[in-house]
């Protein structure tokens, strides 16, 4: 290896780590995991990451550090942070999220409060991990601390939500509620949202445009955002009269993503999809899984199979190839959100208003679609 290589290797696990760092911070700082809870060992976070033992070494030696984590001979590590006794004292409002990955949840968690903390707001966060019972105990929990607003990501959003008089109950109260990311069909409320239709549309007409006929997909079917991007892929087939396969599309849910990303489950999609040459999928997440399963089978991406995203989230592996990709806003969508409910908690008659926002498509500009 020479110096160039080494310094590049050097630079990716400095950026692996600071992300991990980061993430943690914002996890513990924000309330998601609570002081004396347990935090994930070394093995969960290398596996949740796929970073090295080293990676996650110096980032948790960081935390620790900082008083953030302890870590227990023989127990584990733990939480050592609490928020000041003086946020008691503040207004709040409910952050409801289905998950905290890794390159979304810290940078819309900064928007959020960037917007809410200025006008003296403290933020209460609580995870569903994707769980409709999860939800609607949280649910309970927010509305008996008796927030001032709510901002919410709903969980399994492409389904009817069953929690209908909770949702009743924070209409009766006129607790302002906005939604991000997604929202759902039966619950008339506000959402700040990527045009996810309108980016698989472009996405799709990309590769369509290179010269690919034969396009196949892996998407998420408990999602709104999953059904969306679908919703897009087959509208812009049909406009260009492009044929489809059912065998092409792969889906998968919040519970299946063991066994779909395995090494099994990952040479069964490939089997199922392998005459296509191009693949539209979820997110970055799942597409750099996938793009890492073909080139260690000698697959190369752009050359033998053509690639395309959502989120841009410049995940970090050891490809040289940067995913064509609809940009997730990230911070913006959380600024705009807490700009929005802000507006909202002034508003006495919100529920009257329209205070949804639809992000304009925008694309990075990815390596990862060949012009055959």
Same mark, same amino acid.
């Given at each position: 290896?020479?110096?160039?290589?080494?310094?590049?290797?050097?630079?990716?696990?400095?950026?692996?780590?600071?992300?991990?760092?980061?993430?943690? #911070?914002?996890?513990?700082?924000?309330?998601?995991?609570?002081?004396?809870?347990?935090?994930?060992? /070394?093995?969960?976070?290398?596996?949740?990451?796929?970073?090295?033992?080293?990676?996650?070494?110096?980032?948790?030696?960081?935390? /620790?550090?900082?008083?953030?984590?302890?870590?227990?001979?023989?127990?584990?590590?733990?939480?050592?942070?609490?928020?000041? @006794?003086? &946020?008691?004292?503040?207004?709040?409002?409910?952050?409801?999220?289905?998950?905290?990955?890794?390159?979304?949840?810290?940078?819309?968690?900064?928007? =959020?409060?960037?917007?809410?903390?200025?006008?003296?707001?403290?933020?209460?966060?609580?995870?569903?991990?994707?769980?409709?019972?999860?939800?609607?105990?949280?649910?309970?929990? !927010?509305?008996?601390?008796?927030?001032?607003?709510?901002?919410? /990501?709903?969980?399994?959003?492409?389904?009817?939500?069953?929690?209908?008089?909770?949702?009743?109950?924070?209409?009766?109260?006129?607790?302002?509620?906005?939604?991000?990311?997604?929202?759902?069909?039966?619950?008339?409320?506000?959402?700040?949202?990527?045009?996810?239709?309108?980016?698989?549309?472009?996405?799709?007409? =990309? !590769?369509?445009?290179?010269? #690919?006929?034969?396009?196949?997909?892996?998407?998420?079917?408990?999602?709104?955002?999953?059904?969306?991007?679908?919703?897009?892929?087959?509208?812009?087939?049909?406009?260009?009269?492009?044929?489809?396969?059912?065998?092409?599309?792969?889906?998968?849910?919040?519970?299946?993503?063991?066994?779909?990303?395995?090494?099994?489950?990952?040479?069964?999609?490939?089997?199922?999809?392998?005459?296509?040459?191009?693949?539209?999928?979820?997110?970055?997440?799942?597409?750099?899984?996938?793009?890492?399963?073909? @080139?260690?089978?000698?697959?190369?991406?752009?050359?033998?199979?053509? =690639?395309?995203?959502?989120?841009?989230? /410049?995940?970090?592996?050891?490809?040289?190839?940067?995913?064509?990709?609809?940009? #997730?806003?990230?911070?913006?969508?959380?600024?705009?959100?807490? #700009?929005?409910?802000?507006?909202?908690?002034?508003?006495? &008659?919100?529920?009257?208003?329209?205070?949804?926002?639809?992000?304009?498509?925008?694309?990075?500009?990815?390596?990862?679609?060949?012009?055959?």
């Amino acid at each position: 290896m020479n110096i160039g290589e080494n310094m590049k290797q050097t630079n990716q696990e400095g950026l692996k780590y600071q992300k991990l760092y980061n993430w943690a #911070h914002t996890l513990i700082t924000s309330g998601v995991i609570k002081n004396m809870d347990k935090f994930p060992s /070394e093995t969960s976070l290398q596996k949740m990451f796929g970073y090295s033992r080293q990676t996650v070494r110096t980032a948790l030696q960081h935390l /620790e550090d900082e008083g953030l984590i302890m870590r227990v001979r023989g127990s584990g590590t733990y939480v050592s942070y609490e928020s000041s @006794e003086l &946020d008691g004292n503040r207004p709040q409002v409910g952050l409801l999220l289905s998950y905290y990955s890794d390159y979304l949840f810290p940078t819309v968690y900064d928007g =959020i409060e960037s917007a809410l903390k200025e006008k003296g707001y403290r933020i209460e966060v609580a995870v569903t991990k994707n769980r409709l019972n999860e939800e609607a105990l949280y649910l309970e929990g !927010l509305l008996k601390a008796d927030v001032s607003g709510l901002i919410i /990501e709903g969980s399994r959003s492409a389904f009817p939500n069953p929690n209908i008089r909770l949702y009743e109950e924070i209409k009766k109260r006129n607790i302002p509620t906005i939604f991000i990311h997604n929202h759902y069909e039966n619950m008339p409320f506000a959402s700040v949202e990527m045009a996810d239709a309108s980016s698989a549309y472009e996405l799709t007409k =990309i !590769l369509i445009e290179q010269g #690919h006929r034969k396009i196949g997909g892996i998407l998420k079917y408990d999602d709104m955002q999953g059904i969306e991007r679908y919703k897009g892929f087959i509208r812009c087939l049909s406009d260009y009269g492009i044929s489809y396969d059912d065998d092409w599309i792969r889906w998968y849910s919040t519970k299946e993503m063991e066994t779909k990303f395995s090494k099994k489950g990952l040479l069964n999609i490939y089997r199922r999809t392998k005459d296509c040459t191009a693949m539209i999928i979820y997110n970055d997440e799942i597409a750099r899984i996938y793009v890492e399963f073909l @080139e260690e089978r000698g697959i190369h991406i752009p050359e033998d199979m053509s =690639i395309v995203s959502f989120d841009d989230a /410049e995940l970090q592996s050891n490809s040289s190839v940067q995913l064509l990709s609809a940009i #997730h806003p990230k911070e913006k969508l959380g600024r705009i959100a807490g #700009h929005h409910l802000m507006r909202m908690m002034e508003d006495k &008659d919100w529920q009257t208003k329209n205070y949804s926002y639809r992000f304009p498509v925008k694309l990075n500009d990815g390596n990862s679609v060949k012009k055959l």
